[in-house]
């Protein structure tokens, strides 16, 4: 019914940047919510960043001031644009979506595969 794709995962060096996108297809009526989130080997997977339909975000303390989400309405898609980056930011990315979709009643809460983000030197 509904697909996400995450792009932009890649090996960095601290200090470095990176963008996310998580382009989502398929029978969509209405997306609110949208975030990452993120899993550190042998972590639990924790929230990065979310941004609701009126464009509110919300950030992890650990990110704050480094990181930016943001949400492209027309295209389905969320962005996380990752600066001052850390080997602590090293993990798997996923996106998480909160939509409608006009085959199905209710709320559908939609996962990304995952994009690997390794900081290292």
């Known amino acids: 019914q509904v697909q996400l794709l995450e792009s932009g995962g890649g090996l960095v060096q601290p200090g470095g940047s990176l963008r996310l996108s998580c382009a989502a297809s398929?029978?969509?009526?209405?997306?609110?919510?949208m975030g990452w989130y993120r899993q550190a080997p042998g972590k639990q997977r924790e929230l990065v960043a979310l941004?609701?339909?009126?464009?509110?975000?919300n950030y992890a303390d650990s990110v704050k001031g480094r990181f930016t989400i943001s949400r492209d309405n027309a295209k389905n898609t969320v962005y996380l644009e990752m600066n001052s980056l850390k080997p602590e930011d090293t993990a798997v990315y996923y996106c998480?979506?909160?939509?409608?979709?006009?085959?199905?009643?209710?709320?559908?809460?939609?996962w990304g595969q995952g994009t690997l983000v390794t900081v290292s030197s």
């Open positions: 998480n979506l909160t939509l409608r979709s006009y085959l199905a009643s209710g709320y559908l809460e939609v």
């Open positions: 398929g029978s969509i009526s209405k997306i609110y919510t």
């Open positions: 941004i609701t339909s009126g464009e509110t975000t």
